[in-house]
T-cell receptor
Framework: DGGITQSPKYLFRKEGQNVTLSCEQNLNHDAMYWYRQDPGQGLRLIYYSQIVNDFQKGDIAEGYSVSREKKESFPLTVTSAQKNPTAFYLC??????????????FGEGSRLTVL | AQKITQTQPGMFVQEKEAVTLDCTYDTSDPSYGLFWYKQPSSGEMIFLIYQGSYDQQNATEGRYSLNFQKARKSANLVISASQLGDSAMYFCAMREGAGGTSYGKLTFGQGTILTVHP
């Protein structure tokens, strides 16, 4: 089945530790995105990538890093510099990286809790 | 400035009735796309409906329709014949064209929690 796989689903981290969230898609989509969602809030864009080996900062990139070495994969690292990392993280992809059409397909999310 | 505004934090509707969820947007780009997503308590994001700025007719998908009023910059979601399974958070989102300041991104509103009562 085609889709987006995020892992782990739940993650606990001690303060000061870096963690990496995995996102893999087999939809052959060019564009991939990482969003953060806080309780009762909307989604805020962290990073996005429109093509392999290229990515752009979103609205809240500080304290996060990404890589896009393969079309299928877009891992997100939450670094110790992120002041308030406890949140729900959603990875998404879309068939088009330009234009206005093309909905985003989402993974099931990763819930990160900092202890 | 907020690109997408959803002014209703929560809405209640009786089963089998229709409900309208409000969304207004802000862009100076003539080319843009508007999207609605549903997020159940499980957290997954489910795409519901899309409206392009140049589309002449309002989009419809089954029980979902989009009341697109371009001059007022509003894109309200109408759910007809509500079902208990419609209880969820609903998000409006926008993607601007190349002339927009957020080109390449999908920007989301704060969401509206819909509760359907039996």
């Amino acid at each position: 089945d085609g889709g987006i796989t995020q892992s782990p689903k739940y993650l606990f981290r001690k303060e000061g530790q870096n963690v990496t969230l995995s996102c893999e898609q087999n939809l052959n989509h060019d564009a991939m995105y990482w969003y953060r969602q806080d309780p009762g809030q909307g989604l805020r864009l962290i990073y996005y990538s429109q093509i392999v080996n290229d990515f752009q900062k979103g609205d809240i990139a500080e304290g996060y890093s990404v890589s896009r070495e393969k079309k299928e994969s877009f891992p997100l690292t939450v670094t110790s510099a992120q002041k308030n990392p406890t949140a729900f993280y959603l990875c998404a992809s879309s068939i088009v990286s330009t234009g206005v059409t093309g909905e985003l397909f989402f993974g099931e999310g990763s819930r990160l809790t900092v202890l | 400035a907020q690109k997408i505004t959803q002014t209703q934090p929560g809405m209640f509707v009786q089963e089998k009735e229709a409900v309208t969820l409000d969304c207004t947007y802000d862009t100076s780009d003539p080319s843009y796309g508007l999207f609605w997503y549903k997020q159940p308590s499980s957290g997954e994001m489910i795409f519901l409906i899309y409206q392009g700025s140049y589309d002449q007719q309002n989009a419809t998908e089954g029980r979902y329709s989009l009341n697109f009023q371009k001059a007022r910059k509003s894109a309200n979601l109408v759910i007809s014949a509500s079902q208990l399974g419609d209880s969820a958070m609903y998000f409006c989102a926008m993607r601007e064209g190349a002339g927009g300041t957020s080109y390449g991104k999908l920007t989301f509103g704060q969401g509206t929690i819909l509760t359907v009562h039996p």
